[in-house]
């Protein structure tokens, strides 16, 4: 598995927005009867953000 690449400030703020919904919603699926709350679609956002800095450090480093 590849090393995480640094993140910016804006990235750091993004993906903890993102874990923070994520923790919001693992509540939610504790309070639910059926205890099933799909994070799916966050757990991509923040894969997107990762695979986003990854991009940059690369374009970044062939300067």
Request: glycine share 8%; aromatic share 4%; net charge positive.
């Amino acid at each position: 598995m590849a090393s995480e690449p640094k993140l910016t400030a804006g990235e750091k703020a993004k993906v903890t927005w993102l874990v923070a919904r994520m923790a919001k919603r693992g509540l939610a699926a504790h309070n639910s009867p059926t205890g099933d709350v799909y994070q799916g679609d966050l757990q991509r956002k923040v894969e997107r953000v990762i695979e986003g800095a990854r991009k940059r450090e690369e374009r970044e480093a062939k300067k």
